[in-house]
């Protein structure tokens, strides 16, 4: 059973920053692309970050990508998302996600991620 367990999250100044980890077990993850979604209230789940097995290949969301970065460490099953410069319209229920490898997916919609977290809150008062 694959589970993915955030953590990191929490409360904020403008201008801050916070790095979120995720755990991933159940599964061997060698061909996966990791990514980190986000759900503000009353709003979409929309995509954040997601990264290859390699590392090769990123993809960031217009929104975040010259303040947030997304690692991961293949040793420890885990991905990170290092937040800077945090902005109060960053406040989102962050979620990471498993998309198995597909020739024709984005890795930018949520429909193509098989496995998901509980996520973690993280606020950002201004």
């Known amino acids: 059973q694959v589970q993915l367990v955030e953590s990191g999250g929490g409360l904020v100044q403008a201008g801050g920053s916070l790095r979120l980890s995720c755990v991933a077990s159940g599964r061997t993850f060698n061909t996966d692309v990791m990514g980190w979604f986000r759900q503000a209230p009353g709003k979409e789940r929309e995509f954040v970050a997601a990264?290859?097995?390699?590392?090769?290949?990123?993809y960031s969301a217009d929104a975040v990508k010259d303040r947030f970065t997304i690692s991961r460490d293949n040793n420890k099953n885990t991905v990170y998302l290092q937040m800077n410069s945090l902005k109060a319209e960053d406040t989102a229920v962050y979620y990471c996600?498993?998309?198995?490898?597909?020739?024709?997916?984005?890795?930018?919609?949520?429909?193509?991620?098989?496995?998901w977290g509980q996520g973690t809150q993280v606020t950002v008062s201004s």
């Open positions: 990264i290859s097995w390699s590392g090769r290949s990123i």
């Open positions: 996600a498993v998309s198995r490898l597909g020739a024709t997916k984005t890795f930018k919609r949520d429909d193509e991620y098989d496995y």
